[in-house]
Each structure stands twice: as structure tokens, then as C-alpha cells.
């Protein structure tokens, strides 16, 4: 069980930031600015989520919640697997829109 004065790394990254809700909590799926692009590169490689999943090691329910921009955060590992099997760098993958994320 967990004393009252731990906290979960979640929390802790959500105080900091001055972000007074739990997360996940009043806070819109389009909060975050960053777009994957996962779905245009596998679409020129000719490539299925599946193939890329079994190449990767990950998930093909994981790798859709990237692809939709509804992933909070990507392992290092992850990314560069991805990369590494699409020959593509991280900045081809994700980039940063000013503004509202566009769906």
C-alpha cells in the first residue's frame, strides 16, 4: 500500500508542470501538440501496422494509439525501433504543431 507522502511519477510530473487535476482528468485528448505521422510512413513504405508490430516488438493495439495521437509518451526503444525498421528519424515520425492538434 502506498504511504500518503509517495506519490506516483504521474502526479509528481503534473504538480510540477502546475497542473492542479489528477491525470487524465478535465483535460482534452488534444492537449498535447505533438503528431505522429506513423500512418503516412507506413502508407509510402507500403507497410501494414501489423508487419510493422511483429518487426518492432510492439503491439499492434500500442502502435495504434500512436499512429491515432492518442499516445501520453513513447519509450526511447520504441522510437528508435520504429525508426530503425521505417528508415526514417524520429523528427519524420513526430513533429510539434503550434496550436490545437489536428486529428
Known amino acids: 500500500m502506498r504511504?500518503?507522502?509517495e506519490q506516483v511519477p504521474e502526479q509528481v510530473s503534473?504538480?510540477?508542470?502546475?497542473?492542479?487535476s489528477e491525470p487524465g482528468h478535465d483535460?482534452?485528448?488534444?492537449?498535447?501538440?505533438?503528431?505522429?505521422?506513423?500512418?503516412?510512413?507506413?502508407?509510402?513504405?507500403?507497410?501494414t501496422l501489423t508487419e510493422l508490430s511483429v518487426q518492432v516488438?510492439?503491439?499492434?493495439?500500442?502502435?495504434?494509439?500512436l499512429k491515432n495521437n492518442r499516445a501520453r509518451a513513447?519509450?526511447?526503444s520504441t522510437l528508435s525501433a520504429i525508426c530503425?525498421?521505417?528508415?526514417?528519424s524520429p523528427g519524420e515520425l513526430l513533429t510539434v504543431e503550434v496550436g490545437p492538434a489536428k486529428s
Open 74 to 76: 513513447v519509450r526511447f
Open 84 to 88: 530503425e525498421v521505417l528508415r526514417c
Open 27 to 47: 483535460q482534452p485528448e488534444h492537449d498535447h501538440h505533438v503528431i505522429c505521422h506513423l500512418d503516412d510512413l507506413l502508407a509510402e513504405r507500403s507497410m
Open 14 to 20: 503534473h504538480q510540477m508542470s502546475g497542473q492542479t
Open 3 to 5: 504511504r500518503p507522502s
Open 57 to 65: 516488438g510492439v503491439t499492434v493495439v500500442n502502435l495504434s494509439v
